[in-house]
């Protein structure tokens, strides 16, 4: 099944229709998640309007931990299977990811200022979302850091597996240690408790930021196959 | 079992016969331990407070110093492909050279780490809080650095490269280290942190020599 898709050119294919789809429901999500965010979410009785924040917090924070874990599971079958697309998948997953954690880290700030009247805290989730942005980095310099591509995927393959340790961290810790972040409201055992007033906008912008990550992993994707498809060539040439 | 003895030895015996990688790795860490009365000034209450984190600080940054030579050598003089050719297992390998690691630099850090909390006014009490903590952590910071180190073989820049990948892992045992040693301080019951060190270290003693013979494959491929 995998190795089915492991042709370039099939995957290329089969993909290139889905970057237009993929744009225009990122563009229409986008603008019906932005304008329920600002117009008929209702503003929180405690936060007041500050609460709005939240509709790009959060999204921003679920993906960066989904980004994550799709990088693992593609790094595995790159590194099991030695899927060279699932190799590229990883790697071009990486700034999308570490984008998506770094937006987090900025809107919780944002929103931490006149909510607990700091920009940062030492809580525990805020520390393993910032270790998950140290983790991207960690990943995409490792990548980089080898003269040939093929070592260097592998390298990080491993250094990715070993870093998923943190992400159960990142997800419990809210529970496990008692933090000034807020517990978990929506993926819960026994069903959200927020309001679907607000849940609504949230689901709406969180499958836009979905559709824009596959949107923007597709181009970035064909944009590596083409870069290898130019190494190739001019090593021909070199050799010829 | 004589295979990995064999292998402690030889790295025992290259690191006392090449002398003085331990003894700088001991100085580094008591000389950037030093800084800090002079960056926070020397006012006792203040370095008693600090105490306990400064000194894992600065013991973490001189464990991953000597990392980046606990493969490198051997893979640049070629021992390491024979290393992956013997019959013994890859992960009973890098377990050995970690516990090699681990003797020259762990071990030395954690006998000169009293003198220090001497010198950062540590509170009496928490010395033997603060050895078990670092002779519980220490060996974990060798693990997951073997990992680290068996990843950059070959790359450019290794050395600033496995700090950005090893430190961000070291962050638990960091955490969990210091709060042992200031909740026994502070006359609080310090068995959960030694319990999560413990945790981690009986997590990372499987993990990382499995992780790190995989990294090795790939780099002697």
């Known amino acids: ?240 | 079992m004589r295979g990995f003895l064999a292998i402690v030895r030889r790295d025992l015996s290259l690191a006392v016969r090449q002398g003085m990688d331990s003894v700088m790795v001991v100085m580094f860490f008591v000389l950037a331990c030093v800084l800090f009365p002079f960056g926070v000034g020397p006012e006792p209450n203040v370095l008693a407070r600090i105490a306990a984190g400064v000194i894992w600080v600065a013991a973490l940054l001189a464990a991953m110093l000597s990392l980046e030579r606990l493969f490198q050598t051997d893979y640049e003089d070629g021992s390491l492909e024979l290393l992956t050719l013997s019959p013994l297992a890859l992960e009973v390998v890098v377990l050995a050279k970690i516990v090699a690691h681990w003797l020259t630099t762990g071990l030395p850090l954690i006998v000169a780490s009293p003198l220090l909390a001497v010198l950062m006014n540590l509170d009496a009490a928490g010395y033997p809080y603060m050895v078990l903590a670092l002779a519980l952590g220490t060996p974990s910071l060798s693990l997951i650095g073997g990992v680290g180190a068996a990843l950059i073989l070959g790359s450019r820049r290794g050395g600033v490269l496995l700090s950005l990948l090893v430190l961000p892992l070291y962050i638990p045992v960091l955490i969990f280290g210091v709060s042992a040693v200031d909740a026994a301080i502070g006359g609080f019951e310090a068995k959960a942190q030694f319990l999560v060190l413990g945790g981690i270290l009986l997590a990372a003693l499987p993990l990382c020599p499995w992780a790190g013979a995989a990294a090795l494959r790939q780099a002697t491929e």
């Not at chain 1, 999500?29 to 959060?58: C, E, K, N, W």
């Not at chain 1, 060279?84 to 998506?100: C, E």
């Not at chain 1, 919780?108 to 200022?113: A, M, N």
């Not at chain 1, 499958?207 to 970035?220: C, D, I, K, N, S």
Request: hydrophobic share 55%.
């Open chain 1, 1 to 240: 099944m995998f190795n089915r898709f492991a042709n370039p050119n099939r995957f290329l294919r089969l993909s290139r229709p889905l970057v237009p789809v993929m744009a225009w429901a990122t563009v229409l999500l986008m603008a019906a998640g932005l304008y329920m965010t600002f117009f008929t979410a209702p503003a929180d009785y405690q936060q007041g309007q500050s609460v709005r924040i939240m509709y790009v917090h959060v999204p921003s924070a679920w993906m960066g931990l989904f980004c994550y874990v799709g990088m693992a599971v593609a790094a595995a079958v790159g590194l099991i299977w030695r899927h060279s697309l699932a190799d590229l998948v990883a790697k071009a997953t990486a700034p999308i990811g570490a984008a998506f954690t770094f937006l987090s880290l900025v809107t919780g700030s944002l929103w931490g200022k006149p909510m607990w009247g700091t920009y940062w805290v030492w809580d525990a989730r805020l520390t393993s979302m910032l270790v998950l942005l140290f983790l991207y980095l960690g990943y995409m310099a490792l990548q980089n850091a080898f003269d040939d591509p093929e070592r260097g995927f592998k390298a990080s393959a491993i250094l990715v597996l070993v870093g998923v340790i943190n992400v159960p961290i990142i997800k419990f810790s809210v529970d496990w240690w008692n933090t000034l972040h807020q517990p978990a409201s929506v993926i819960k055992a026994g069903g959200p408790s927020i309001h679907p007033s607000m849940l609504w906008p949230l689901l709406v912008m969180s499958l836009a930021f979905t559709t824009y990550y596959v949107w923007v992993l597709l181009l970035r994707v064909h944009a590596e196959i083409a870069a290898s498809k130019i190494r190739a060539l001019r090593m021909r040439q070199a050799s010829a």
